[in-house]
């Protein structure tokens, strides 16, 4: 769990982030899959990952944390390449849809590629993958970019993005894939996944969120109804602002923690732009 604070151009920013094992993954003495990794500077980046921890996917936690590392650095440089666009916000939108999902998804690849060249796979495990060996590492992937004069969002695969904004407005800035249903999920480790991603760009005119929050499925599947998983966003920013940051930040693990113990079981990774 970690708590960052940077002044970006006189406004305050403040991150808190947290993952915890799954109640379902210690009694099976599995690792924490989910990954979480965050940059903040001229811009702000948040990215998390679900590995997806099936039988197949024996290395996805591996998989997860190729991601979010390839993530936040194909992104870092595109908040320096932008600079010379002169803002064209239409352009950088394109660029955003168009070019990142590629990038991310290629470096991602070439990363289980030099893991595969340098950890084989056993007999017994190529005959689990059945000739599919990116299936291993396979993982969803959550990212947020703000800048000072706007928000882009990414999603592949299931999980959530909250927004927080006056008066307590809770919106999902990228609804759910009505492809996704139970266990299924897009993932890096799918053909042409790039093509899966969906972007919603948010250009910064006089407001702005109060509070963004990205969070694995591990989380809203702790809960018996999205209305009150909702909630959970608007809490946080009422509690942030009662009890302050650092009351969030002692706390945040062990309400995951009791969230998969007592609903999903699963790992759950949230971050929170404030």
């Not at 394109?94 to 990363?111: C, D, G, T």
């Not at 002692?250 to 007592?262: G, M």
């Amino acid at each position: 769990m970690s708590l960052l604070q940077q002044r970006m151009s006189g406004n305050q920013c403040l991150m808190m982030a947290a993952s915890v094992r799954g109640a379902t993954h210690k009694r099976h003495n599995i690792p924490n899959q989910d990954s979480i990794r965050c940059y903040i500077s001229d811009a702000v980046i948040l990215a998390i990952s679900d590995g997806h921890g099936s039988k197949k996917s024996f290395r996805s936690d591996q998989g997860s944390s190729f991601a979010v590392k390839i993530a936040t650095e194909t992104i870092k440089k595109f908040v320096k390449s932008i600079k010379s666009y002169n803002y064209n916000l239409s352009f950088i939108k394109r660029l955003a849809n168009e070019q990142l999902p590629k990038f991310i998804v290629q470096k991602w690849l070439a990363a289980v590629d030099a893991d595969i060249r340098n950890n084989p796979f056993s007999e017994a495990e190529l005959k689990i993958l059945e000739g599919k060996t990116t299936i291993a590492y396979g993982a969803t992937l959550l990212i947020v970019l703000v800048t000072e004069d706007f928000i882009i969002y990414w999603q592949l695969g299931d999980g959530n993005i909250l927004t927080v904004w006056e008066n307590n407005i809770i919106e999902q800035p990228i609804l759910r894939d009505e492809r996704l249903f139970a266990n299924e999920t897009t993932s890096l480790c799918i053909k042409d996944a790039w093509r899966d991603f969906s972007l919603t760009f948010q250009v910064i005119t006089n407001k702005s969120p109060q509070l963004i929050l990205l969070a694995t499925d591990g989380y809203a599947n702790s809960f018996p109804d999205d209305a009150n998983f909702l909630k959970v966003a608007s809490d946080i920013t009422q509690l942030i602002k009662k009890e302050g940051s650092s009351f969030v930040t002692k706390n945040l693990e062990q309400w995951l923690t009791e969230a998969s113990k007592s609903g999903s079981g699963d790992d759950i990774t949230i971050g929170i732009i404030k």
